[in-house]
């Protein structure tokens, strides 16, 4: 199984800086590992695929429990995607510390899966955090310009 490159692009873009950035540095651990896997030693491979499944894993932390304070109404349908999604990546992970060569595999599955997600999964939830973003913004410029004319009103 050979897998395709994936470069970032505006139809991966959510609207939200910080998850973009998230799934764009994904993006570029899936990169990173298909280049060492050409030229290093497994050891190599799989410290770089315990990077990403790292990140990975606090991405989707991070990205739940702005979901969760945004009031998404399909949070815990979020949320089991997630977990049978870490289950898949762990079993991967055992595998390949038992000696097994996943990587390809493993790759073709982050990439396809990743795609998939943020095009659907993610992009459903991303008016939900924008406004709630938006509107806690709006609370903090709020109080600041309070503060302000109280101090010096």
């Keep these: 199984m050979h897998t395709v490159s994936i470069n970032w692009s505006s139809d991966l873009e959510i609207g939200i800086p910080v998850i973009d950035s998230q799934h764009k540095r994904i993006l570029e651990y899936i990169s990173k590992v298909k280049s060492v896997q050409k ?6 491979v799989m410290a770089v695929l315990d990077e990403l499944v790292d990140y990975t894993l606090s991405h989707f932390a991070f990205e739940e429990t702005l979901i969760a304070e945004a009031g998404y109404p399909f949070l815990k349908a979020h949320l089991k995607v997630h977990a049978l999604f870490t289950r898949r990546i762990e079993d991967y992970c055992q ?21 998939n997600h943020i095009q659907h999964d993610d992009r459903d939830y991303s008016k939900v955090v ?17 503060w302000m004319t109280r101090l010096f009103g």
């Design 39 to 44: 030229n290093q030693s497994r050891s190599e």
């Design 95 to 115: 595998k390949a510390k038992a000696g097994m060569d996943v990587t390809d595999e493993l790759l073709h599955t982050l990439q396809s899966w990743l795609v």
């Design 130 to 146: 924008k406004a709630n973003l938006e509107e806690a913004s709006r609370r903090v410029r709020t109080k600041k310009a309070s």
